[in-house]
T-cell receptor, first 114, second 113 residues
Framework: EPEVTQTPSHQVTQMGQEVILRCVPI?????FYWYRQILGQKVEFLVS????????KSEIFDDQFSVERPDGSNFTLKIRSTKLEDSAMYFC????????????FGNGTRLTVT | KNQVEQSPQSLIILEGKNCTLQ??????????LRWYKQDTGRGPVSLTI?????NTKSNGRYTATLDADTKQSSLHITASQLSDSASYIC????????????FGAGTILRVKS
């Protein structure tokens, strides 16, 4: 069964550094998402992406965050200047074009900011 | 404010037993309700999706119910197995732009032998 893949599985970075989290969504999916989950807390929506542009973003997704689909397969989340509070599990997800279709999540990138 | 509340927060049951997890929501306007299973350190995996007109849906040993009038859902697990140990997350989709999902905090289920 096709799956969403994320790399790296774990990223350690120093405060103030830029990080890029990478995702390869399922190939025929059209809608792409980033979520984050701080340890022990609920999953939080960051941003949705469709037709090569952001369709919705949360208040968490400030100017430090950006997303890109640089080619036909990758979907990236960039954090320009990481803060300690950015430490979390970041999940990429994708879905097909039916109005009600399941989100397929990757296994996440654990970001640790020191 | 759109919210999803789940109970209990955690649950321990013996292998082979049944259990029921609860979800109450205040998301409006409602589009659909989803149950996900999240193993430790992994991404959530979809179990069921129910729209307004559906009040029950099964996926193997998992059966979800939905009462859109009272804004409640339950997930019933039959004949639990050790591999059912995970966090079960109720997620409600609002019809506001982009099909935004509102996540509950999850119920942590531990099945022991």
């Amino acid at each position: 069964e096709p799956e969403v893949t994320q790399t790296p599985s774990h990223q350690v970075t120093q405060m103030g550094q830029e990080v890029i989290l990478r995702c390869v969504p399922i190939s025929n999916h059209l809608y792409f998402y980033w979520y984050r989950q701080i340890l022990g807390q609920k999953v939080e929506f960051l941003v949705s992406f469709y037709n090569n542009e952001i369709s919705e973003k949360s208040e968490i997704f400030d100017d430090q965050f950006s997303v890109e689909r640089p080619d036909g397969s990758n979907f990236t989340l960039k954090i320009r200047s990481t803060k300690l509070e950015d430490s979390a599990m970041y999940f990429c997800a994708s879905r097909g074009d039916r109005r009600v279709s399941p989100l397929h999540f990757g296994n996440g990138t654990r970001l640790t900011v020191t | 404010k759109n919210q999803v509340e789940q109970s209990p927060q955690s649950l321990i049951i013996l292998e082979g037993k049944n259990c029921t997890l609860q979800c109450n929501y205040t998301v409006s306007p409602f589009s659909n309700l989803r149950w996900y299973k999240q193993d430790t350190g992994r991404g959530p995996v979809s179990l069921t999706i129910m729209t307004f007109s559906e009040n029950t849906k099964s996926n193997g040993r998992y059966t979800a119910t939905l009462d859109a009038d009272t804004k409640q859902s339950s997930l019933h697990i039959t004949a639990s197995q050790l591999s059912d140990s995970a966090s079960y997350i109720c997620v409600v989709s609002a019809m506001e732009g982009g099909n935004k999902l509102v996540f509950g905090a999850g119920t942590i289920l531990r099945v022991k032998s």
